[in-house]
């Protein structure tokens, strides 16, 4: 079973690409989203983090283009 999202954000560092012992690609990497809610002291910003892992293909290329910020 996979899932399928999207998250706007920023990397909070650069992907990490590993090899498994059967040589498919995984990358991870953690992505930061903001978002804003109204409090007592009035709008403020909450920080998502996202932990991210991706396999094969995709995996390579996001080491390729992503880089923190």
Known sequence: MSASISILGNAGRDVSLRYSEKGTAVASFPIASNSFKNGPDGRVQVTH???V???????ETLAEYVKKG
């Open 49 to 51: 983090w996202f932990n």
């Open 53 to 59: 892992t991706a396999f094969g293909k995709t995996a």
